[in-house]
């Protein structure tokens, strides 16, 4: 046994020898320089919960709901959980492999056969045995097979946080969006009420002479129009909080929260950062890079193929027809044996083994550079989305001002008999249809600011991930 151990102990020590197959170098990204649009440093925000900068605590609500109750969130949880275990499995076959087995019997040989049983018979029979196996890591096989199921589970924890950086994101959206949905509700309203005193007006001047039929049908016509939208924008409220609690992993039913809240949300600042800030801050990169690293390492698994395979393997154990002598020197038994495999004709198999490996290889490859510029595009995307926005909003406002400084002459001319009601009419419809544009505007540009801060791969999921349920953490190496 102890010849047994040394030679594990020398194969250890070979197993050391250089891994066949190419290392992993970081590929070189050519990155933009800067943005195109000049952004205010905010690296402080960075490692933030950024929704909180929103001060909504409904939306804070939601949100925690979501990463706690999320159905995608916690079948993500799950997967890393799985790779884990898959890492722990292919790890264990770089260490020796020790087993135990005992085993008691009384046999009973004929008396009638061709070699007649010797006495006594029935005999009884008594072992116990421990056995060692390992196999020599002279290639490196088994070390790029580790190195690549430690790639495949950090892809999956990559993967968990995508799934809770994309959760969050799509949280504050929807909730922004019900949000605009309830102002341009507001605004609908409140032109509803505007038309029906036009209408009551003009029902009066018609019932007097003061005006004709044309003018008093065309007010009815007007508050009808406004009158259609509020069940659709109602429709469009109740199906929103359905989707919404979809993603807490809810049942269909209204989201609380305050009416006008759109107007007194605060508008977070625009995350600083260079674009190179992406390679390590956007867990889609990062999960691609570890995809890459392990098809990267099936390369050398696919390469040690062809070379031998060396395996040892060892047994002591004691074997006795007595149990009372089982465990007395005499019954004492050792084995040890090593086997030399060495492929020499398999049809082409491993050849076609290596180049699956090298063409997966590529194909990480080509996905992680395509990853990065989708990430440069879309970080870009929606900084110039925040930068417009913002312009097209200043000039919205001072539209508004125009047109309902506009309607408010009209109104008068109207009165007084300078102009007809058509006029009336098309200056409440250019400020309904402002004050509408402006709403769903104002709530874009949050949903920019959130798209932005996804883009930017959210420096806060470190700290969102710790809300979750089930959250497991793989190996730092």
């Known amino acids: 046994m102890r010849k047994t151990l040394l030679a594990i102990a020398i194969g250890a020590a070979l197993g050391g020898c250089a891994a066949v197959g190419p290392d992993y170098q970081r590929p070189v990204v050519e990155a933009p320089t800067n943005w195109q649009m000049d952004i205010q440093q905010a690296n402080n925000l960075a490692n933030t919960r950024w929704w909180e900068q929103f001060q909504d605590p409904v939306l804070d609500n939601l949100i925690q709901t979501a990463l706690q109750e999320n159905k995608d969130v916690q079948i993500a949880a799950a997967r890393v959980e799985e790779y884990m275990g898959r890492y722990g499995v292919t790890r264990s076959a770089q260490l020796p492999q020790v087993g135990a087995d005992a085993d008691a019997a009384r046999i009973r040989s004929s ?5 007649p049983a010797t006495n006594p018979n029935p005999i009884d029979t008594y072992e116990v045995n421990l056995g060692v196996s390992f196999e020599l890591d002279l290639w490196g096989k088994l070390r790029r097979a580790t190195e690549a199921a430690r790639a495949d589970l950090l892809a999956n924890e990559e993967a968990r946080r995508t799934v809770i950086l994309t959760l969050v994101s799509q949280v504050a959206s929807s909730y922004l ?5 309830d102002a341009r509700l507001s605004i609908t309203r409140a032109t509803l009420a505007t038309r029906r005193e036009s209408m009551r007006i003009n029902r009066l001047r018609f019932q007097v002479g003061l005006t004709s039929e044309m003018d008093y049908q065309q007010a009815v016509a007007e508050y009808q129009n406004a009158a259609v939208q509020v069940p659709a924008l109602e429709q469009q409220i109740a199906q929103q909080g359905n989707a919404i609690n979809v993603l807490l992993g ?7 929260h305050s009416n006008d809240m759109l107007k007194h949300l605060t508008l977070p600042q625009i995350p600083g950062g260079l674009p190179s800030d992406l390679l390590e801050r956007r867990p889609d990169i990062r999960q691609a890079e570890q995809q890459l690293i ?3 390492a099936q390369i050398g698994v696919a390469k040690a193929a062809f070379f031998p395979s060396i395996s040892l393997t060892g047994a002591l154990g004691t074997a006795s027809a007595d149990f009372s ?3 007395k020197g005499p019954s004492r038994t050792w084995q040890f044996a090593g086997q030399l495999t060495q492929p020499i004709f398999t049809g082409g198999a491993l050849t076609g083994q290596l180049q699956v490996a090298e063409a997966v290889q590529k194909q990480a490859l080509l996905n992680y550079q395509q990853v990065i510029q989708t990430a440069f595009s879309e970080v870009d995307n929606n900084l110039v989305a925040v930068v417009k926005l913002q312009q097209l909003l200043g000039d919205e406002q001072a539209q508004i001002k125009a047109l309902a400084r506009y309607l408010e002459l009209a109104n008068l001319r109207y009165k007084n008999g ?3 009601y058509l006029t009336v009419v098309d200056a409440e419809r250019n400020l309904y249809t402002a004050q509408l544009q402006y709403a769903q505007d104002y709530a874009s540009l949050f949903i920019a600011m959130v798209n932005l801060y996804k883009a930017m791969g959210g420096g806060w999921v470190k700290e969102a991930e710790q809300m979750t349920v089930g ?3 793989p190996e730092a190496s």
Request: proline share 7%; net charge negative; no cysteine.
């Open 177 to 181: 969006q019900l949000l605009d949905y």
């Open 471 to 473: 959250a497991s953490q």
């Open 250 to 256: 809810r049942n269909p039913g209204p989201i609380t």
């Open 418 to 420: 300078y102009s007809d």
């Open 111 to 115: 008396e009638n056969g061709a070699s």
């Open 294 to 296: 392990a098809a990267n």
């Open 325 to 327: 002598d089982l465990f």
